[in-house]
């Protein structure tokens, strides 16, 4: 192999100075070689470089060698020969932990004669991080300098030779005659990989990170193996945007002189236990040039291998820094990646997955939405490394960003390493940050797995519960929402005759939906009457309170429909506020849904929108509430925020909605909360944790809804995703049920005018579902067959001990009645199999009552009861 700095052949003598050295008579080559030889005498505890492990060593050719110079020949620097030392090639590195044992290091050092004159070399000795030492620019056929360095208390010694800024070619090093001086019977010092290396560790991941020669933070790019390399450039961690590094930043920032560069080093970390199993770990990283500090963080859940990961970024310069781009990670992998993400429509939402591999150059997945994350592409995706991941196969790494806001998702394929750089969308988001002001991004959630998508889905489903919503381990009343069954043409009789149908069929919670407010522009239809939040006095001549308690007295519960953020121009407020909502100056207000969206980061707002919610959550009665968002930003002006300051209000306005958000759920704490967004335009982690549950989509066609869960499923746990029956698609009622029971079951129907029959096979699904919504609640999801494949979808739930399990399985097309193989039951134990709710008139299941151990059903399979489209089956499995 041809050494590209040097133009030699690797591994060979340097032939110039061998042919020299057999040149000279024979006595003189002796008497040399015993001069060469003879190992000068040293202090006691003198321990001589060379006798560490040099394979520790980094160079820029070949491998270091000991007593010799990289070409094997002596060590000779302008003539002057030496028996000790060690042989190097820029750039190299050598770490030595000497653990403050240590009183001296002493060397010569120079360019090796075998470099022929040539090469020019810098060698640099740091101590704990401080350069202690430095050479300057030394070149070939330059004499050796003496180095003497006092390592008094000095823990880790390290090392280096730099090319002098010229390139590696002929940078033959030598650290002549080099030795420690250890302190009287002290340990010997140990030679170190060569980079200060720190990990995170989960149960099966870890994150490696690498402080650079040059004091820059690098990460390991997760599946490939970099274990001893130096990393390149662009390998950098959180990369800063103007001082040298070429591809996407992490960061971009003008500092308040102007300077549009940022060049972060590493100073240290510090690792805090939270909790059993949940770490926090801060990586700190400065501006050397500027008051300019970035704090990385990690939480880390140890058994769930999940990493929420967010940055700080602070200064104190002498006025703001505007951040152009504030990511919250920058995470390298191997290229080998398959992405997979979600793109859809309002009424499409999450239903239709693309798996793509990452080819060189940037993917983007993005919104720019304003006061939303979604409506046609979920921030949520997953990485699968080395070939595409099934459910039980393959490492995969899914991600999620929880930000309800416009969000950036970038895959920088660079055809050496994969940055996956995600945040809040850079897109017209300058934002200015004052000093001693801390700007926090949102969290990134990563989770990874070795055995495919299923496990992924689990572990995340299990810190969900706990940390991603609200009172996420406990089952959702069953509730019957009237929007699908009355729009907005009801009164309180309407409603009131809704009570008792709802509370026959089981019905636990009534929600009333939009069109209960507004009186000088009354809400009886989407173009008046947002921002009015009065009961209309018409259909509610004594308010909502006599309707919530006319529910109770039913039986049932008592929810409302909100939307806080809105308003139309058909309203008191707007008449009264004009400029109050968010628009743009000579533009003409661009209507969606005939409303426009009320601008939050002006405090008035705050504070009607916060009485808004305070006041109708406070009615006697009312424990329930869904908080909806039926648009997004189109023309983000705002008439608060100074001219200098528009860019902020993507950001701002998110701030101040999770500040309402926060502030309802903590006032409310027994009030549960449905999160929607015109459907599922808010499916993310950073809305969701003050909700109990989400809204998917406003279709809710069965057929439709078995694809979309399945692929909510993939980041959200079932409980959370709000799964109606309805009688969208005309589906049949069992099938329809069946769907909604796999999830979060409600109903949105009027119930006066559902056929007897239809009403019967309702009542049995609800009456079923309150038997096994706890295992859904809590239980592992298994996803067995994927119903965008074939011509059906199954599923199973297995109960945290796994006592009980049930299976669902949806006919989406005619098929057979094949078996379906549930998953994670408990293999020694007997679980006695039966069909709950099944439909009429269908044969039982061949294994009904019987009694199979968990591994012969895993084996065996069960045999559904459907087969034809638009049949369905639920299968409780039970060792009681
Ligand atoms: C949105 C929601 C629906 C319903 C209507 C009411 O579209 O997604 O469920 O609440 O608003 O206007």
């Avoid at 001069?35 to 040293?42: E, N, R, T």
């Avoid at 152009?324 to 990670?329: K, L």
């Avoid at 934002?431 to 801390?438: I, W």
Wanted: with cysteine; hydrophobic share 40%; glycine share 8%.
């Amino acid at each position: 192999m041809v050494d590209q700095f040097t133009g030699k052949l690797a591994g060979w003598p340097n032939f110039h100075s061998v042919f020299q050295f057999v040149k000279l008579p024979l006595l003189k080559r002796l008497l040399l070689t015993a001069l060469v030889c003879a190992a000068p005498s040293v202090p006691a505890g003198t321990i001589w470089l060379s006798s560490l492990d040099l394979t520790q060593m980094t160079t820029g050719w070949s491998v270091a060698k000991a007593d010799r110079g990289i070409m094997g020949t002596p060590i000779s620097i302008r003539g002057e020969k030496f028996a000790r030392g060690i042989g190097t090639h820029a750039t190299s590195r050598f770490r030595v932990k000497l653990d403050g044992n240590a009183n001296r290091f002493t060397a010569q050092v120079g360019v090796d004669d075998s470099a022929g004159g040539q090469g020019s070399v810098e060698f640099i000795v740091i101590g704990d991080g401080k350069v202690l030492w430095h050479s300057g620019v030394l070149r070939g056929g330059g004499a050796a300098r003496p180095v003497a360095v006092n390592l008094v208390g000095i823990q880790t010694l390290v090392l280096r030779v730099t090319d002098g800024g010229d390139g590696e070619g002929y940078d033959h090093a030598d650290w002549a005659d080099a030795k420690i001086e250890m302190n009287p019977g002290a340990p010997p010092p140990v030679a170190l990989a060569p980079y200060e290396t720190f990990s995170l560790k989960t149960k099966a991941f870890a994150l490696t990170f690498q402080a650079g020669d040059d004091g820059r933070l690098y990460q390991r790019p997760i599946g490939m193996d970099e274990s001893k390399a130096r990393l390149p450039r662009d390998d950098e961690f959180y990369p800063q945007a103007g001082d040298g590094y070429v591809w996407e930043p992490a960061l971009q920032a003008v500092h308040a002189d102007g300077n549009t560069s940022t060049a972060l080093v590493y100073d240290g970390l510090a690792q805090t236990n939270e909790t059993a199993g949940i770490e926090l770990t801060s990586i700190y990283l400065h501006d050397p040039a500027y008051p300019f500090v970035v704090t990385l963080r990690f939480r880390t859940h140890y058994n769930e291998d999940l990493i929420e990961e967010w940055t700080e970024i602070r200064h104190q310069e002498s006025g703001p820094v505007t951040l152009q781009r504030m990511s919250s990670t920058s995470l390298l992998l191997t290229t080998n990646v398959y992405l997979t993400h979600f793109f859809g429509d309002w009424g499409k939402e999450m239903m239709a997955p693309i798996t793509e591999r990452l080819t060189p150059g940037i993917k983007v997945l993005d919104s720019k939405l304003g006061v939303r994350a979604d409506q046609f592409q979920n921030p949520s995706f997953f990485l699968a490394l080395n070939g595409k991941a099934t459910e039980t196969n393959g490492e995969v790494l899914a991600g999620s960003l929880a930000w309800s806001g416009s969000f950036q998702c970038e895959f920088d394929n660079n055809d050496r390493a994969i940055r996956a750089v995600c945040g809040i969308n850079p897109f017209a988001s300058a934002y200015h940050l004052k000093p001693d002001v801390t700007f926090v991004t949102p969290k990134m959630l990563w989770v990874w797995s070795v055995h495919g998508l299923g496990e992924m889905s689990r572990k995340l489903d299990n810190w969900a519960r706990d940390f991603g919503m609200r009172d996420g381990h406990k089952p959702r009343p069953v509730l019957l929402n009237n929007w699908e069954a009355t729009g907005f043409n009801y009164d309180f009789d309407r409603i009131a005759n809704l009570f008792a149908p709802a509370k026959a069929v089981g019905t636990e919670l009534f929600l009333l939906d939009d069109g209960w407010f507004g009186n000088k522009f009354p809400r009886v239809n989407d173009d008046a009457g947002l921002g009015d939040w009065q009961a209309n006095r018409k259909r509610f001549p004594n308010g909502l309170a006599p309707l919530a308690a006319d529910a109770v007295q039913h039986g049932l519960r008592f929810g409302i429909w909100i939307e806080p953020e809105m308003v139309n121009p058909n309203s008191v407020l707007f008449h009264e506020h004009p400029d109050w909502v968010i628009c743009q100056p000579e533009r003409p207000p661009e209507l969606q849904r005939n409303q426009l969206v009320l601008d939050l980061t002006r405090p008035a707002v705050q504070t009607f929108e916060w009485r808004t919610i305070n006041n109708i959550l406070s009615t006697p009665d009312i424990t329930y509430a869904k908080w909806d968002c039926n648009r997004y930003l189109t023309q983000p002006g705002s008439s608060y925020l100074a001219p200098d300051r528009q860019s902020e209000l993507w950001i701002d306005y998110v701030h101040a909605l999770y500040a309402l958000m926060d502030k309802t759920a903590k006032s409310f704490p027994d009030t549960e909360l449905m999160l929607c967004s015109g459907g599922g335009g808010r499916v993310e982690y950073g809305a969701l944790k003050y909700f109990d549950e989400f809204w998917p989509s406003d279709n809710t066609d069965p057929v439709v809804r078995a694809l979309m869960q399945w692929d909510y499923s993939y980041f959200f746990p079932p409980m959370a995703l709000a799964s109606h029956v309805t009688l969208s698609g005309h589906r049949p009622m069992h099938f329809a049920c069946c769907v909604a029971m796999s999830a979060c079951l409600g109903m949105d129907l009027d119930l006066t005018k559902l056929p007897a029959q239809d009403k019967a096979i309702l009542t049995g699904a609800i009456g079923a579902y309150k038997q096994i919504r706890d295992v859904i609640a809590t239980g592992d999801l298994y996803r067995l067959e994927d119903p965008h494949q074939g011509f059906r979808g199954a599923l199973n739930f297995v109960s945290p001990d796994r006592s009980r399990a049930v299976l669902f399985v949806f006919q989406l097309k005619d098929g057979q009645n094949a078996p379906v193989y549930p998953q994670g039951l408990d293999p020694v134990r007997r679980y006695t199999v039966h069909e709950l709710n099944p439909a009429p008139g269908r044969p039982a299941m061949p294994q009904e009552g019987k009694i199979f151990t968990g591994a012969e059903l895993m084996r065996d399979a069960i045999l559904p009861s459907c087969s034809k489209a638009l049949e369905a089956c639920i299968v409780e499995l039970d060792t009681r």
